[in-house]
């Protein structure tokens, strides 16, 4: 069945779950054609993540070890998500799919970096002193640390990432708890408030997309300096750099629309 045929099942929409499928999807269809710049941001850096996962599984089983390949195409697989949620208007889910994707490549760097903690973090100890001290190492700030002795710039960039993503909603604050509320009058004007889980083309909806669009160029970052050997191929470094230059402009075009800043 080609895209012309395709129709909706019966009873699609109906249910509340469905409904809001059906929304969703809309949306998505109105940022393909209204914010076509958006949308072609989020597709390149797509293909790109795609050739990464290409390489991944190409090399996976000569890998003396799997688990920096597998984390790359986990981070890939977490970047589509929040990039359809992104163009659905569900902004506030982003944060935490976002949050996984710097922390997927991350870690994907950090087992690359280290064939010994690949080994450790495969092996997760039962004694309770061991396991502290593997609890200690395996986390973001610990990998973070590490990240700063290789590129300091990056690992400064990682860390606000992961703040942005924490703050906007990856982890229950309080800068993120009315973000899907909507203050209205009715038709009296009286104050009230909705619940809005799919946001319009506002400046939420831009600081969303600028997050996960982000996420997905630090990710290939990550994979340009934990495999340097593909970079004649793939140049996923140059692409990078290009996907933040592309980001800018959307930035600068978007926030002279809207009248507000965005850093």
């Excluded at 994707?101 to 495969?122: C, N």
């Excluded at 973070?144 to 290789?150: D, G, Q, V």
């Excluded at 408030?193 to 990710?219: H, M, R, Y």
Aim: with cysteine.
């Amino acid at each position: 069945m080609n895209e012309g045929q395709l129709k909706h099942p019966l009873g699609w929409g109906d249910d509340a779950l469905s409904h809001f499928f059906k929304a969703s999807t809309q949306n998505e269809f109105a940022t393909f054609v209204h914010t076509p710049g958006w949308h072609k941001a989020f597709s390149a850096i797509a293909e790109d993540l795609a050739s990464c996962t290409q390489y991944a599984i190409n090399s996976l089983l000569s890998a003396k070890d799997p688990a920096a390949r597998s984390l790359f195409m986990v981070a890939h697989n977490q970047y589509l998500a929040a990039a359809r949620l992104a163009s659905s208007g569900q902004c506030l889910t982003v944060y935490p799919l976002g949050r996984a994707v710097v922390e997927s490549a991350l870690y994907g760097w950090y087992l690359s970096a280290d064939e010994t903690a690949a080994a450790r973090w495969h092996d997760k100890p039962t004694d309770k002193k061991r396991r502290s001290d593997w609890g200690r190492e395996f986390t973001f700030s610990f990998l973070a640390t590490k990240l700063e002795l290789a590129n300091a710039d990056r690992a400064k960039w990682a860390r606000w990432l992961h703040q942005t993503a924490i703050d906007f909603g990856a982890h229950p604050n309080k800068e993120a708890l009315y973000a899907n509320m909507d203050h209205v009058r009715d038709p009296e004007g009286k104050s009230m408030l909705q619940v809005k889980f799919l946001q319009s083309w506002n400046q939420a909806a831009l600081l969303a997309n600028k997050f996960v669009i982000e996420t997905g160029i630090f990710a290939l970052g990550q994979f340009a300096l934990s495999f340097p050997e593909t970079e004649p191929a793939l140049k996923i470094s140059g692409a990078a750099a290009k996907h933040a230059m592309t980001l800018h402009a959307l930035i600068q075009k978007a926030s002279s629309i809207m009248g507000k800043r965005v850093d």
